[in-house]
């Protein structure tokens, strides 16, 4: 079979195409044809060494995939041969809090991804995709997604009516733009870019801030709500943009913290958090059981990613070198 493997310690140039032999699920487990996968912008961080401890030799990359099983291994109950699955993002985390135990069967990470021409998973580590959608998109779930579920739906608890801001147009926030509009809520996105601007009006932006013209964007959320502020802020930048979030969001409001575009570490407002009764929540993906709760509402709603390009398995260096390219909207995918 054909997969890539990082090969080097750090850098795109470490991704290395090659061949190994075709594997065979065991007990427990399911053999995937994989037919697409998708990017994060934590796959780039992995590749470059950048993320916590550098990958070991060999690892196989990429948190997101789609396919068809074409084999099950003794025992399987849960998927038969010929249904669309996608594997969870943490391999071991099936419901409940997030463990240090199941942050270790990462995907592309801690143990091997899915850019390969097949994987073998436990039958637990995979969910059924919605019908309607292609493996393209079905791919675009496992980390994007349902780390938007997870912040929006699960900790945020979104309703009718609330504000949420969502910065860029990234996987994440484009999800949490589509999830938060199902859930009726008013939606504020920023972007420096009108083109991708655009997008998220498409997608259902109620309104959108240009912070290239509008660098105070956390100012100009306060003068769009009246001086209220968000309900929720889902803050992909880190560092740099956190303080602007808890300008941004209401008293009493949360900061859904899941990005570190910006940088890992920096000052923290602690006054700030205090003074106004901020909530802010770390989120790191989501289960099992969130990613199969959010397919039944993709279903419902026939909701779908949106895909700013395609790749082929070839072009898979392409495909990551678009990701750091920041031109992107939404995901960006390698297809078989």
């Not at 940088?263 to 700030?272: N, R």
Request: aromatic share 6%; proline share 4%; hydrophobic share 45%.
């Amino acid at each position: 079979m054909k997969q890539y493997e990082l090969q080097h310690r750090s850098g795109l140039d470490s991704l290395t195409r090659v061949e190994r032999a075709d594997p065979r699920p065991g007990p427990g487990q399911v053999l995937i044809a994989v037919k697409a996968c998708s990017l994060n912008f934590r796959d780039l961080l992995v590749a470059r060494g950048a993320y916590g401890a550098p990958p070991p030799l060999g690892r196989v990359p990429l948190s997101d995939g789609a396919g068809e099983v074409i084999e099950i291994g003794a025992g399987v109950t849960r998927v038969k041969v010929g249904e669309r699955v996608a594997g969870i993002f943490m391999q071991g985390w099936i419901a409940g809090d997030v463990t240090a135990e199941v942050a270790g069967t990462a995907l592309g990470g801690a143990v091997d991804g899915m850019l390969s021409q097949y994987v073998v998973l436990s039958e637990q580590g995979v969910v059924k995709v919605p019908a309607h959608l292609s493996y393209v998109e079905a791919a675009a779930l496992p980390c994007a997604a349902v780390t938007a579920w997870n912040a929006l739906v699960r900790h945020a608890r979104v309703k009718a009516g609330d504000v949420v801001v969502l910065q860029g147009t990234g996987g994440v926030s484009l999800f949490a733009l589509q999830f938060a509009r199902m859930h009726g809520a008013r939606c504020i996105i920023t972007s420096s870019s009108d083109e991708k601007l655009e997008i998220a009006r498409r997608m259902g932006a109620d309104e959108t801030i240009h912070y290239g013209r509008e660098p105070d964007w956390d100012r100009a959320v306060m003068a769009r709500t009246d001086g209220r502020g968000a309900d929720v802020v889902v803050e992909v930048g880190g560092a740099g943009t956190l303080e602007k979030s808890f300008n941004a969001v209401r008293p009493g409001g949360s900061v859904q913290l899941i990005g570190v575009l910006t940088g890992v570490a920096g000052p923290i407002p602690t006054a700030a958090i205090l003074r106004r009764s901020i909530t802010v929540q770390g989120i790191y993906v989501g289960s099992r059981e969130m990613f199969e709760e959010m397919n039944r509402a993709i279903e419902l709603h026939a909701m779908k990613p949106h895909i700013d390009r395609s790749f082929d398995f070839e072009q898979a260096r392409v495909a990551y070198e678009h990701l750091a390219g920041a031109s992107h909207a939404g995901k960006v995918a390698i297809t078989f």
